[in-house]
Nanobody, 121 residues
Framework: VQLQASGGGLVQAGGSLRLSCAASGRTFSSYVMAWFRQAPGKEREFAAAISRAGGTYYVDSVKGRFTISRDNTKRTVYMQMNSLKPEDTAVYFC????????????????WGQGTLVTVSS
């Protein structure tokens, strides 16, 4: 599986962005999909995941502001990010995995190249 993330950019605090991650291959629906993020000088952290059945999981800091979704017909996962804060500034990575847990980077086998989100105050 190859993943291509896009949609990052510069936005003011309180603004919105929508990230997209397009996947190659015909088995997209069999993967758990997730977004991780890595801020400057920090480790990569889990942001959100969506299961094969469409169940969604979020880190507490983004609950109520971010929404992850998937379109299996387009082999694409999205993350709508609203009410952005300067602390959301990071490189966002999409990931795909076939496991049954969602929250660590070790649960995922494939990674996209990352897209930079910068939130100005």
């Amino acid at each position: 599986v190859q993943l291509q993330a896009s949609g990052g950019g510069l936005v003011q605090a309180g603004g919105s962005l929508r990230l997209s991650c397009a996947a190659s291959g015909r088995t997209f629906s069999s993967y758990v999909m997730a977004w991780f993020r890595q801020a400057p000088g920090k480790e990569r952290e889990f942001a959100a995941a969506i299961s094969r059945a469409g169940g969604t999981y979020y880190v507490d800091s983004v609950k109520g502001r971010f929404t992850i979704s998937r379109d299996n017909t387009k082999r694409t996962v999205y993350m709508q990010m609203n009410s952005l804060k300067p602390e959301d500034t990071a490189v966002y990575f999409c990931a795909a995995g076939r496991g049954t847990s969602y929250y660590t980077r070790y649960d995922y086998d494939y990674w996209g190249q990352g897209t930079l989100v910068t939130v100005s105050s």
